[in-house]
């Protein structure tokens, strides 16, 4: 599993966009840009090889970790606090 895991975060970029973290693995997130576009969750890694389906799914992502991870979803929250 985590070799898979470290297949995909290479194809991503190696760290997080928005603060360049490349420590830990395990604080690498995929969070897709457009929640309607996913077609499986990448994190139910132990289903998957990497592969074309998965480069598939990988393009749809952006590569953060946990940390801006969660400031993302707070941007879309307050997005959508702001349009209601």
């Not at 289903?47 to 074309?52: I, L, M, N, P, T």
């Not at 952006?62 to 991870?69: R, T, Y």
């Amino acid at each position: 599993m985590r070799n898979l895991k470290s297949k995909m975060i290479e194809y991503k970029g190696g760290c997080c966009v928005r603060c360049g973290y490349k420590k830990y693995q395990g604080a690498l997130d995929f969070h897709h840009l457009d929640p309607n576009e996913k077609d499986f969750n990448l994190s139910h890694l132990r289903r998957y090889s990497f592969d074309d389906r998965v480069k598939k799914e990988l393009d749809k992502c952006i590569l953060v970790c946990a940390n801006c991870h969660r400031e993302v979803h707070n941007e879309i929250v307050q997005k959508e606090k702001e349009t209601h």
